[in-house]
């Protein structure tokens, strides 16, 4: 049962503009969400948190939105640049639980 | 400041076999924390152990095992490998554990595949 889901495996988008990642959960005990990026061949980084208190949490270029009643949250990155080009996961907890992760969405930035 | 590292990097074994992967942390990080990443499945949590004890679970059989020793480094084990074992163990190191705003700092993976 995935708790956590993200339903676009790839998404491509011409730099400068918006990228917006989106992933819905099911579990509404859910209150903590991250956003991790991944490279080919190395480990994901964080990139950017949101606390179920909060609807919008902004970090330079990537500002993340929670929308707790569709149990929904996206990753908007403005402008985007090729760097961006990276798997991206979102993931959530609740209490001091295991991270539940997406299945990650491939993110291109066309040139 | 070092990061996570993780031995192997690659991994080719035949079914039935067992395979012990190494992952030492970052230094003064307590907390390391296991998982499979696989294509269309992300990451699926192993395990957590943190000051030499495991903290957390997930669902996987047995034959998944883990340890961590004194200096915080962890070893996970998988015995009597299966086809469907293939895919790329990633361990992340934090601080300390308890909360999931401890960010976690992920290795490069260890790359296994089951022949």
């Known amino acids: 049962d995935q708790q956590v889901k993200q339903n676009s495996p790839s998404l491509s988008v011409q730099e400068g503009r918006i990228s917006i990642l989106n992933c819905d959960y099911t579990?509404?005990?859910?209150?903590?969400f991250l956003w991790y990026k991944k490279y080919p061949a190395e480990g994901p980084t964080f990139l950017i948190s949101?606390?179920?208190?909060?609807d919008k949490n902004e970090d330079g270029r990537f500002t993340v939105f929670l929308n707790k009643s569709a149990k929904h949250l996206s990753l908007h990155i403005v402008p985007s640049q090729p760097g961006d080009s990276a798997v991206y996961f979102c993931?959530?907890?609740?209490?001091?639980?295991?991270?539940?992760f997406g299945t990650g969405t491939r993110l291109t930035i066309i040139p | 400041k070092a990061g996570v590292t993780q031995t192997p990097r690659y991994l080719i074994k035949t079914r039935g076999q067992q395979v012990t992967l190494s992952c030492s942390p970052i230094?003064?990080?307590?907390?390391v924390s296991w998982y499979q990443q696989t294509p269309g499945q992300g990451l699926q949590f192993l395990f957590e152990?943190?000051?030499?004890?495991?903290?957390n679970k997930g669902n996987f059989p047995g034959r998944f095992s883990g340890r961590q020793f004194s200096n915080s480094r962890s070893e996970m084990n998988v015995s009597t490998l299966e086809l469907g074992d293939s895919a790329l163990y990633l361990c992340?190191?934090?601080?300390?554990?308890?909360?999931?705003?401890?960010?976690?700092?992920f290795g490069p993976g260890t790359r296994l595949t089951v022949l």
């Open positions: 992340a190191s934090s601080l300390s554990t308890g909360s999931p705003s401890n960010e976690q700092f």
């Open positions: 579990n509404s005990m859910f209150d903590y």
């Open positions: 949101i606390s179920s208190i909060k």
């Open positions: 993931a959530a907890s609740f209490g001091n639980e295991k991270l539940t």
């Open positions: 230094s003064g990080h307590r907390s």
């Open positions: 152990y943190f000051s030499e004890t495991q903290r």
